[in-house]
């Protein structure tokens, strides 16, 4: 019973019937001429079209020739012909359909215009005049099959083309300044080639039927040559007096077919590599409150000094990185929409600065456009923007991708996305190495098993060999981490770097994070929605609303000191896991603006409690407070008046701070 196990699956029966055929098809294609060739040509004039019989079980042709003799013998020609038009299709469309997603706008647009006209134009039709231009024949017919074929793969390879160039690993890929070819052929192309193979499988059968037709209507392959089109054509002219002349070629035609269609099938069942919903996470957001006090009741003393000193020497330092009046926008529906509005942001080597706000307000497109990974159609423009002492031009600014593949790293938010998954993780990893630095394969892999090591996964050698669905989710993160140190990064930005992980995991991670830039002196720009990780791990803080800079603190002031009516709300909407039980959690009333309709104003005057007729007038600038606090606000509270206010409230959101 067990060995029939695979008839109660229908993939495996599927598989098994494929196989089936697919060996037979192959038996008869490399074996078929010399076994039949002879007997085909073979001919009696005195007994033309014989019935079936055991000497000639399909009967015989008009000429005396053994009708069976000429089907088998015709499985090469087939066979060759339809395999070169599937290749003219699949090659030229993929091709097409790939190339254009890593094209600039202008490019791709243009090609996906032509591949939307060529589709409207019938496949038969483009087949028949492409013959027609070649002539008849078997070139004609391959090229007419093949070339009708295109349209369709290019679509089909465009869109899941895509698909993937949109992920984060794609993203990835690009700021280590990797090229638009490698770009294609190693991390998009895995990605998709599993649906591609499944269809270019299912065209040989389609060009098989094509070019059996294009010889069935006289225009494929020419007397005295013969495929089974020819032989269809034929059998077709005896039909009513001998029909096995022409069902033993049709039904060759039509298992063949279905051989390869099925092939398609089965591969996609049995390839084990991809499969969607392997690359799942899930968010311990509960669990997060915990850690959040936990980790800000255990901060190290020092830590007030160290912020102390860093924002003192900021002033002095020469700037890692500084961009003065940033913006980005995106298209919407009613004109532009302001994603990054007026930020000034620096840098100064070994600082670690947070960027907190509620979703939506700017965060990732500010770090996007530091990582000059922005793409059109979003639209960006600064007064100013140097790294590393390069100043970085807002027109030509992917050509500081490669700059920035060695010294600027990225930990993205999701790692499940930004890993790609056809690509084992160490090669991921070494891709920097070859690409930037030209080291060798084995020098690059050593190299990142050497990383991987030092971010704590267990076993680097095994694991460099593994793929990243074999990887637990704080493993995938802290590959991204390796990663990011496979360059010598002077700043390593991290997008919600730890948002996916359990509390367990985002406290190493953050300790991992810490450690690096302590060792290696790299600066870090640290992005989350959550205040209490920000506080806790770095030196500096800004808060962004509605795309801006609203205030600019030491993040040890940040509790005592904060200003703004925002960074306030904010502070008191972290949890104490302590009071939890039984208290609704502290929201921050009303919604944020709709930045396709931002009114004058302060863009948090209508959930700000303190608005004046001023506030809605004029929108407030960044301006110093006191020392290195900077606030965006008319009317900014005074740090005692502050402190009273959390004083008289029990100090419960302080302490959960
Ligand atoms: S400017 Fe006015 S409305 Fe805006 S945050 Fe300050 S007090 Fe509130």
Not at 76 to 99: K, N, P, W
Not at 129 to 143: D, K, Q
Not at 203 to 227: C, E, H, K, M
Not at 577 to 593: C, E, F, N, R, S
Request: hydrophobic fraction near 50%; proline fraction near 6%.
């Amino acid at each position: 019973m067990a060995k029939l196990s695979f008839v109660r699956r229908p993939r495996g029966v599927t598989q098994y019937v494929c196989l089936v055929l697919l060996a037979a098809l192959a038996f008869l294609a490399l074996f078929g001429h010399t076994i039949w060739a002879a007997q085909a040509a073979r001919f009696d004039p005195a007994r033309p079209l014989q019935p079936a019989s055991s000497a000639h079980i399909l009967g015989t042709d008009q000429i005396g020739r053994d009708v069976l003799a000429r089907v088998l013998n015709a499985s090469l020609l087939s066979v060759e012909l339809a395999l070169m038009a599937a290749a003219i299709g699949v090659v030229i469309g993929v091709t097409i359909g790939v190339g254009q997603a890593v094209l600039g706008p202008f490019l791709r647009r243009l090609l996906a215009s032509a591949i939307t006209i060529s589709l409207a134009f019938p496949g038969l039709l483009l087949a028949l005049l492409v013959n027609a231009i070649f002539g008849a024949g078997p070139t004609g017919a391959v090229l007419g099959v093949g070339i009708a074929l295109i349209p369709a793969f290019a679509r089909f390879s465009q869109a899941l083309a895509s698909s993937a160039a949109g992920s984060e690993y794609v993203a990835a890929a690009r700021v280590l300044g990797v090229g638009r070819v490698r770009i294609m052929v190693r991390h998009i192309l895995p990605n998709i080639a599993k649906p591609l193979l499944l269809t270019a499988l299912g065209s040989v059968g389609t060009s098989l039927v094509g070019i059996s037709a294009l010889s069935f209507l006289g225009l494929g392959v020419q007397p005295p040559n013969y495929d089974w089109g020819e032989l269809l054509q034929a059998g077709l002219q005896v039909v009513y007096i001998r029909p096995m002349s022409a069902i033993g070629p049709g039904l060759m035609i039509v298992l063949a077919g279905l051989a390869f269609n099925l092939a398609g099938e089965a591969f996609a069942g049995s390839h084990p590599r991809i499969s969607v919903g392997e690359f799942t996470g899930s968010a311990g957001l509960t669990r997060r409150f915990a850690l959040a006090t936990s980790r800000l009741a255990n901060r190290r003393p020092d830590r007030a000094a160290d912020a102390d000193e860093l924002v003192v020497a900021a002033s002095a330092s020469p700037k890692l990185l500084s961009v003065r009046d940033l913006h980005v926008a995106f298209p919407g529906r009613s004109g532009p929409v302001a994603a990054v509005r007026d930020v000034d942001l620096a840098i100064v080597p070994g600082e670690r600065l947070g960027v907190v706000g509620e979703s939506g307000s700017g965060k990732t497109t500010l770090a996007l456009a530091l990582a000059c990974l922005l793409e059109r159609p979003a639209t960006w423009r600064w007064g100013e923007f140097t790294f590393d002492g390069e100043s970085v031009k807002a027109d030509a600014h992917s050509e500081y991708r490669r700059l920035f593949g060695t010294k600027l790293g990225f930990v993205f938010q999701d790692p499940a996305n930004s890993l790609n998954p056809a690509i084992r993780v160490g090669a991921q990893l070494a891709e920097l190495r070859q690409v930037h630095y030209g080291a060798s394969r084995a020098e690059s892999r050593r190299m990142a098993v050497d990383r991987l090591r030092e971010v704590q996964i267990p076993s680097p050698e095994i694991r460099a060999r593994q793929y990243p669905h074999e990887f637990s989710g704080g493993m995938r993160q802290r590959a991204m981490i390796a990663s990011g140190l496979m360059g010598s990064p002077r700043l390593l930005i991290a997008d919600e770097p730890t948002t996916a992980l359990d509390v367990t995991v985002q406290a190493h991670i953050l300790r991992l994070l810490e450690r690096v830039s302590d060792e290696t002196g790299a600066a870090v720009l640290l992005i989350s929605h959550d205040i209490s990780v920000v506080v806790s791990f770095c030196h500096r803080v800004l808060v962004m609303y509605a795309g801006r800079v609203v205030e600019d603190i030491p993040s040890d002031w940040l509790v005592s000191r904060a200003a703004h009516p925002y960074t306030r709300a904010l502070i008191h909407a972290v949890p104490d896991i302590d009071d939890l039980a039984g208290q609704p959690l502290t929201t921050i009333p009303g919604q944020p603006p709709n930045l396709e309709n931002l009114s004058t104003g302060c863009s948090f005057a209508a959930r700000c409690a303190f608005a004046d007729d001023k506030c809605r007038e004029d929108d407030p600038v960044l301006t110093a407070l006191a020392g290195p606090h900077s606030v965006a606000c008319w009317h900014p509270r005074p740090s005692e008046e502050l402190a009273d206010e959390l004083t008289d409230a029990g100090s419960s959101n302080r302490s959960a701070l």
